[in-house]
C-alpha cells in the first residue's frame, strides 16, 4: 500500500482509500498555485503600493482603477475571462510567442491568481504604510537617509509588520479560492474530489477533502501566529 | 464589433434579457442571504463571549470549520448533503410523497453559512469593543437585560460593526458567483451558457464583470453614506471614528 | 413527546418554503425530468433559455404516450446523477450511456438511442492513429464524468486528459488550439464538425466500444427505488421504437457529419 492510501485505509473509507493518492496529488497541485501566484503577487503588490502612495498623479489613478476592478468581481470570473476570453486571441498570442503560455490551464490559474491577490495584497500595503507616521519618513530624510533608503529601510520593514495578519489572512483566502481552478480542468484537491466523487457519488469524499483543506488552513493559521508573535516580540504592543 | 455587441442586446438572438435576469438573480440571493448570514453571525458571536464552555467550544469550532473550507466546497456539501439528511428526516417523518430543497434556498443557506462564520468575527470585535460599565450604567437606569441590549448596546455595535459587516457583503457578493455550479442561473451561469453558445468569451465575460463592479461599486457607495450617517455625532467629539 | 416533536419538525420543515411532491406513490400524473442542456443536438439551452433538441422532443413525446405531465429541470452533468438521488427530479433524459458502474447507483429504462464514439482533431493532424502510444503527451479533452472520461483514465494514462463540466468547453478549447483531441459521441461531435468547429477540426478515428466502460447504449435513469416509472417509460420507449417516431426524430436531429 503506497503512503498515499493509509488516511482511507485508517478510517475505514473506502472511496478516501482509492482516490486518495489522486487526491494528494491534487493538494500539490493546490500548493504549488497558491505558493507560486501569492508569492509573485506580493512582489508586484510592494512595487503597487509604493507606486500608488508615491508615485506620479496617472499612475496612482491607473493603480486605483487595477485595485477597484479586481477587488470588486469575481476570481471566478476573472478565472473564465483570462482562461476562455483570452484563448480566443489565440492567433495574436502565437504572433507575440505566448501561446505556450495562456495555452496550459496551469499558468491561466496562476496569472489570474496572481494578479488577483496583487491587487488586494497592494491595498493591504498601502493601509499600513500609510498608518506609519509621516514624521517616521521626515526623520528618515533629516538623519540624510534618501527617498528609497528610508522607504526601504524604516517604513517597509514597520509597514510588513503591521500588515502581516492581513496578508496572512489573504494567504488563507487564496488556498481556499483556488478551488475554482478545478472548474478549468486543473485537478487540483477539489479538481481531484470532484472526480471522485463523479466516479463513485460518494458524498463523504467531500468531507474528507473538506477535512484536508481544514487542516491546512489551520497549520498555516497557527504557523502564522507564532511568525508574528516572533516579529514582534521587540514591540511592547501586547 | 457593432454585430458582437447585439449579443449583448435584448433583439433576437440577444443575450441582455437573459443577463439581467441572471444579475437579478445574483443580487437577490446576495440580499436574501445577507440578513441569515448576519443574524446567525450574531447569534454564533453571543456564543463565542458566552460562559457556557460547551457553547463557547461549539461556536468556535463553528467559525473555524466554515472559515477553513472553501466556499466552493461547502455549497456542495450543503446542496448534496442536506438535501439528502432532509429526505431521509422527511420519510422518518412518515410524511407522503417527497422532499425537494430548491438550488435558491441550498444557496443562501451555504451562503449564510459561510457568512455567518466570516461576520460573528466581525460582530465580536464590536462587542468588545462596548464597555461594561454601559450595561451596568442601563441597569442602574432600570433598564431590563433585553432593553439594555436593544436600546443602549445594540445601536453602537451596529455603527462599529458597521466597516466589516459592509466588507463581508462585498465578499458575499462576489461569492454568489459560485452558486452557478449548483445551476442556479445567475450571472455566471448564464455567461457561461452564453460562451458556449456564440463563442465569444471574451464578450461575456467581461459583461459579467462589469455588472459585478457596477454592483460593488453601488455597495461601497452606499455602505459609505450609510457609515457617515451612523457616525454622525461622533466627528463632534474629536474624530473619534478612527 | 414523540409526535410533538415530529409534528413540530413537520412544521418547521413546511414553513421553510419546502416544495413535497405529494403523493405520487401510487400513480405517476407528473413527472420531472432532468437534462443537462448544453449537449447538443441532444438536449441544449437556446439563447431564449429554451430547452431544444432531440431528447427533448423525444421526452415529451414519451410524457404524451403515458399522459403524464412532465417538467424539464436544467443540471449541470457533474451533479446529475447526485441530484436524481437527491430527488430534485425523477428521471434523468441526457444522453446517457447504461453503464455498469452507473447501475450500481440507479436504474436504466430501455435503451433508445446508440451512436458510435469518435475522436476528433484539429485539420493539420496527420493521420488516423488513436492508440495510446500514438497519443502519449497530448492533451486530449473530455467531459467529466461520461464514459469517454473514464475512458482516457483507463487507456490513455500517458496523455494529458482534460475533463470539461461541458462538452462545449472542450469543443471550445479543441477550437483555440489547446486541446490535440476530444472525444465524445459522434452525434455530439457532427453538430460540432457541422457548426463551430467546421473550420478547425476534423473526425480522427472511430472509438472501438469497449462493454465495461461504454455500456449498450443511451437510457433513461431512474430511482431504483421507482420501479413503477421505469415499467411506465420502458412501455413508451417500446411503443416509439414499434411505431418508428424515435427514427424520426433521430433523423430530425441528427446529421452525421460525413465520414472521410
Known amino acids: ?238 | 464589433m457593432i454585430e458582437k455587441l447585439a449579443l449583448l442586446g435584448f433583439g433576437d438572438g440577444g443575450w441582455g434579457l437573459a443577463l439581467l435576469q441572471g444579475a437579478g438573480i445574483t443580487i437577490s440571493i446576495a440580499l436574501a442571504t445577507l440578513p441569515f448570514g448576519l443574524a446567525l453571525g450574531l447569534v454564533v458571536a453571543l456564543g463565542k463571549r458566552s460562559e457556557n464552555v460547551v457553547l463557547r467550544w461549539l461556536a468556535t469550532g463553528y467559525t473555524t470549520v466554515f472559515r477553513g473550507v472553501p466556499e466552493l466546497l461547502t455549497l456542495y456539501i450543503i446542496y448534496f448533503g442536506i438535501q439528502i439528511l432532509l429526505q431521509r428526516l422527511w420519510e422518518w417523518l412518515g410524511l407522503p410523497g417527497s422532499f425537494s430543497m430548491p438550488p435558491f434556498v441550498a444557496g443562501m443557506v451555504a451562503l449564510g453559512v459561510v457568512l455567518s462564520a466570516f461576520s460573528s468575527e466581525v460582530w465580536v470585535g464590536a462587542l468588545n469593543s462596548i464597555q461594561k460599565g454601559q450595561r451596568e450604567a442601563a441597569a442602574a437606569l432600570g433598564l431590563s437585560k433585553a432593553q439594555a441590549f436593544r436600546l443602549v448596546v445594540m445601536p453602537q455595535l451596529v455603527r462599529v460593526a458597521l466597516p466589516g459587516l459592509g466588507n463581508n457583503w462585498m465578499v458575499l457578493l462576489k461569492e454568489t458567483s459560485l452558486v452557478s455550479v449548483i445551476t442556479l442561473p445567475d450571472i455566471m451561469f448564464i455567461t457561461t451558457r452564453a460562451n458556449v453558445a456564440t463563442k465569444e468569451p471574451f464578450l461575456f465575460f467581461g459583461a459579467a464583470m462589469l455588472i459585478y463592479l457596477f454592483f460593488s461599486l453601488v455597495s461601497a457607495w452606499g455602505l459609505g453614506r450609510l457609515e457617515a450617517r451612523t457616525n454622525r455625532g461622533y466627528a463632534a467629539f474629536g474624530g473619534a471614528t478612527r | 413527546m414523540k409526535g410533538f416533536v415530529r409534528f413540530l419538525a413537520a412544521a418547521a420543515l413546511t414553513v421553510a418554503g419546502v416544495t413535497g411532491a405529494l403523493a405520487q406513490a401510487k400513480e405517476w400524473k407528473e413527472v420531472r425530468i432532468g437534462t443537462e442542456g448544453a449537449y447538443p443536438p441532444y438536449n441544449n439551452l437556446n439563447a431564449k433559455k429554451e430547452l431544444e433538441g432531440y431528447e427533448i422532443d423525444y421526452a415529451n413525446l414519451l410524457c404524451e404516450k403515458m399522459k403524464v405531465k412532465c417538467t424539464w429541470v436544467v443540471q449541470d452533468w457533474d451533479g446529475i446523477i447526485p441530484a436524481l438521488l437527491a430527488n430534485k427530479y425523477d428521471i434523468i433524459i441526457a444522453g446517457m450511456n447504461a453503464t455498469d458502474e452507473r447501475k450500481k447507483q440507479v436504474d436504466f429504462t430501455a435503451v433508445y438511442n446508440k451512436t458510435p464514439i469518435w475522436m476528433v482533431g484539429p485539420k493539420a493532424t496527420k493521420g488516423n492513429e488513436i492508440t495510446p502510444a500514438a497519443l502519449k503527451g497530448k492533451a486530449v479533452g473530455a467531459q467529466g464524468s461520461t464514459i469517454h472520461a473514464n475512458f482516457l483514465e483507463k487507456f490513455y494514462k500517458d496523455s494529458n486528459p482534460r475533463l470539461y463540466p461541458t462538452q462545449e468547453e472542450a469543443n471550445l478549447d479543441l477550437i483555440n488550439g489547446r486541446l490535440d483531441y476530444i472525444v465524445a459521441d459522434a452525434l455530439a461531435l457532427s453538430d460540432f464538425l457541422n457548426g463551430k468547429g467546421k473550420d478547425c477540426c476534423k473526425l480522427i478515428a472511430e472509438v472501438p466500444r469497449d462493454a465495461a466502460i461504454h455500456g449498450p447504449g443511451v437510457a433513461g435513469a431512474v430511482r431504483k427505488s421507482d420501479t413503477a416509472l421505469k415499467a411506465l417509460f420502458d412501455k413508451a420507449i417500446a411503443e416509439t421504437m414499434a411505431d418508428g417516431s424515435n427514427k424520426k426524430l433521430e433523423d430530425k436531429w441528427f446529421k452525421l457529419a460525413a465520414t472521410n
Not at chain 1, 528609497?148 to 510588513?160: C, F, G, N, Y
Not at chain 1, 472526480?195 to 469524499?205: C, Q
Open chain 1, 1 to 238: 500500500m503506497r503512503w498515499c492510501e493509509y488516511p482511507g485505509y485508517l478510517t475505514g473509507s473506502e472511496v478516501f482509500q482509492n482516490y486518495g493518492c489522486r487526491m494528494f496529488s491534487g493538494l500539490w497541485i493546490t500548493f504549488e498555485l497558491v505558493a507560486i501566484s501569492v508569492t509573485l503577487g506580493f512582489a508586484l503588490a510592494i512595487g503597487l503600493a509604493i507606486a500608488r502612495l508615491y508615485g506620479p498623479r496617472w499612475a496612482q489613478s491607473v493603480i486605483n482603477g487595477y485595485t477597484t476592478f479586481f477587488r470588486g468581481t469575481p476570481l471566478l470570473c476573472q478565472l473564465f475571462l483570462v482562461y476562455y476570453g483570452l484563448g480566443q486571441f489565440r492567433l495574436f498570442w502565437q504572433d507575440v510567442g505566448l501561446w505556450w503560455f495562456f495555452r496550459e490551464p496551469f499558468y491561466c490559474a496562476v496569472f489570474t491568481f496572481t494578479i488577483n491577490t496583487a491587487a488586494y495584497q497592494a491595498e493591504i500595503l498601502r493601509g499600513a504604510i500609510q498608518s506609519i507616521p509621516r514624521g517616521q519618513f521626515e526623520g528618515a530624510l533629516a538623519l540624510g537617509l534618501h527617498r528609497w533608503a528610508s522607504l526601504r529601510h524604516v517604513i517597509i520593514p514597520q509597514a510588513m509588520i503591521l500588515g502581516l495578519r492581513p496578508l496572512g489572512n489573504e494567504l488563507i483566502v487564496m488556498i481556499k479560492a483556488s478551488a475554482v481552478a478545478s472548474l478549468v480542468t486543473l485537478f487540483d484537491l477539489m479538481g481531484a474530489t470532484r472526480l471522485a466523487f463523479a466516479r463513485s457519488f460518494d458524498l463523504s469524499i467531500y468531507l474528507y477533502a473538506a477535512l484536508i483543506y481544514l487542516v491546512l488552513v489551520e497549520i498555516i493559521r497557527r504557523v502564522w501566529d507564532r511568525l508574528e508573535l516572533r516579529l514582534t516580540r521587540h514591540m511592547a504592543l501586547r
